[in-house]
């Protein structure tokens, strides 16, 4: 996976932490639960706002 696979990255993190509650976690926070899901392989430092907003609004999504 990579940051740009925002629909799958929600998926995954829907299932893995299916208690939290996506609208209140901080975008620090998301990008370290990112970055240790099972098959994410991509550099850290290409993460940016943007990538994290979009990953964020799946979830809810998602979780929806």
Same mark, same amino acid.
């Given at each position: 996976m990579k940051w740009t696979d925002v629909q799958e990255i929600a998926i995954e993190l829907a299932e893995r932490y299916p208690d939290l509650d996506p609208a209140t976690i901080r975008f620090t926070d998301l990008r370290q639960k990112v970055l240790d899901l099972p098959g994410f392989?991509? %550099?850290? =430092?290409?993460?940016? =706002?943007r990538v994290l907003e %979009? &990953?964020?609004? %799946?979830? &809810?999504?998602e979780a929806a």
């Open positions: 392989d991509d %550099a850290p =430092e290409r993460s940016g =706002e %979009a &990953i964020q609004q %799946a979830w &809810i999504d």
